[in-house]
């Protein structure tokens, strides 16, 4: 079993920025692919970045350039930088892990807002 917690969700002012944190317990992180997702209100959850057990990482196209996912496997922990954050970002961010079986954490609220 892999569970995940997240953290460091918020709110901020638009243009503002949030650092995101994924913890995972068990030994097996280092070959784990990680992702995070985000679900609004009234929308479907949506891949926002995901770094392979590799380093290979991938972006949504409405956060590249803007958001960054990095992992440090000594720590058993992924990242989301988050800059430039706009209205639209607003939502419940969840952390995800998988390799055969998928893991869920329980999710940040993520709110930018004046």
């Known amino acids: 079993q892999v569970q995940l917690v997240e953290s460091g969700g918020g709110l901020v002012q638009p243009g503002g920025s949030l650092r995101l944190s994924c913890a995972a317990s068990g030994s097996i992180f280092s070959i784990l692919n990680m992702g995070w997702y985000r679900q609004a209100p009234g929308k479907q959850r949506e891949l926002v970045a995901g770094i392979s057990s590799g380093g290979n990482t991938n972006y949504a196209d409405s956060v590249k350039g803007r958001f960054t996912i990095s992992r440090d496997n000594a720590k058993s922990t992924v990242y989301l930088q988050m800059n430039s954050l706009k209205p639209e970002d607003t939502a419940i961010y969840y952390c995800?892990?998988?390799?055969?079986?998928?893991?869920w954490g329980q999710g940040t609220q993520v709110t930018v807002s004046s």
């Open positions: 995800n892990a998988r390799r055969g079986i998928t893991y």
